[in-house]
């Protein structure tokens, strides 16, 4: 379970704007290319850290290596 508190409210992904993708829930087993650790992710624009969390239309999402991970509340 994640503790979403300090997560950032946003709108839904604007075409015309840089976003990363964004991946349904995965298990902790999920397989994640090194090299792209120390890499940031994008909403509308915006970049977000590593670990960073947004909420949009009451989901919330984890920037993890570069992709928007969905993670329970």
Do not use: H
């Amino acid at each position: 379970m994640s503790d979403n508190t300090n997560a950032v409210p946003v709108e839904a992904p604007d075409p015309a704007k840089k976003t990363s993708e964004i991946l349904g829930p995965m298990s902790e087993e999920a397989t994640v290319k090194m090299d792209l650790q120390n890499e940031n992710c994008y909403w509308n624009d915006a970049e977000f850290s590593q670990g960073d969390q947004v909420t949009m239309d009451g989901k919330c999402y984890e920037c993890s290596y570069t992709r928007w991970l969905e993670v329970d509340d």
